[in-house]
């Protein structure tokens, strides 16, 4: 007999190697060889991986006008499995949807496209004080509250990326605050968090804002652009995104 396909399946197989990489918090680290070879072969799985392996049809561009906001999501999210070390499920942007600027805080992410493109913007907390910001102008002014939200951050990378692109991986150290953005068309991707988000554990998402130097502070902007280094806002999650929905239609996972 056959074994059932929840056993043999590429997310099966996916999910298992997962819980492999991050079930010992004590293990996680980039400076362990254990961790790193097993998120080493937990890419090379999620490289794998194409919209047929989760029974999800990649779906075409939307020709009519979108309905008005909130009646349908720009994005839904299929949740496949989650367990205390991490959870996994798929994105599905709609034609020029983005998943806003946010963080994961204390957490590592996979992301993999299974079909379309997305441009994920990525960037890094700065280590040096909030209060570095007090001489520099921005446009529009800051009030005191909105100055105590400032992240010295830099931008790190930005990248378009594909099914036939191998995994974006972001650490709670880099790439940790990213925006994703559909790009022509429709796209999916299958997410990994580990661990998930608890906001009782101190894992809550974040939205951020990107700052520009008012024309006054010329010099202090140029020499941010030549460091690389600029400042993030913290903003409540913007009323333009939600995130509705569906049910995932692929394999089972059983750990």
């Given amino acids: 007999m056959m074994p059932h ?4 399946s590429t997310v099966q197989k996916i999910a298992k190697q997962a819980l ?3 079930r010992n918090p004590s293990l996680v680290g980039e400076h362990n060889k254990v961790f790193m070879d097993n998120q080493n072969k937990l890419k ?17 561009a939307e020709i009519a006008p979108m309905p008005p906001a909130r009646l349908v999501p720009p994005v839904t999210y299929m949740h496949i499995y989650e367990t205390d070390a991490f959870s996994m499920g798929v994105f599905l942007l709609k034609t020029g949807a983005s998943i806003p600027l946010h963080d994961h805080p ?7 496209v299974i079909y379309g493109k997305v441009r994920i913007s990525c960037f890094d907390r700065l280590d040096k004080p909030r209060d570095g910001a007090s001489g520099v102008q921005f446009n529009p002014p800051l009030v005191p509250l909105q100055k105590s939200s400032l992240r010295p951050s830099v931008l790190r990378s930005v990248g378009e990326y594909t099914e036939e692109s191998g995994p974006c991986v972001l650490s ?4 940790n605050i990213h ?12 997410d990994i968090l580990a661990p998930p988000y608890e906001p009782d554990e101190g894992r809550d998402c974040h939205y951020y804002k990107v700052l520009n130097a008012s024309s006054e502070a010329a010099d202090r902007r140029r020499e ?3 460091h690389g280094d600029l400042w993030l806002m913290e903003i409540p999650q913007p009323s ?5 929905g569906e049910s995932y239609p692929g394999p089972k996972v059983s750990l």
């Fill in 5 to 8: 396909d929840s056993m043999t």
């Fill in 20 to 22: 492999a990489t991050f």
């Fill in 44 to 60: 090379s799985l999620l490289a794998e991986v194409r919209a047929v392996d989760l029974k999800i049809v990649p779906r075409a």
């Fill in 106 to 112: 204390g957490m590592y992410g996979m992301l993999k």
């Fill in 172 to 175: 709670p150290q880099r790439d």
């Fill in 179 to 190: 925006q994703i953005d559909a790009v022509d068309g429709p796209t999916a991707f299958l």
């Fill in 224 to 226: 941010a652009q030549e």
């Fill in 240 to 244: 333009e995104f939600w995130c509705g």
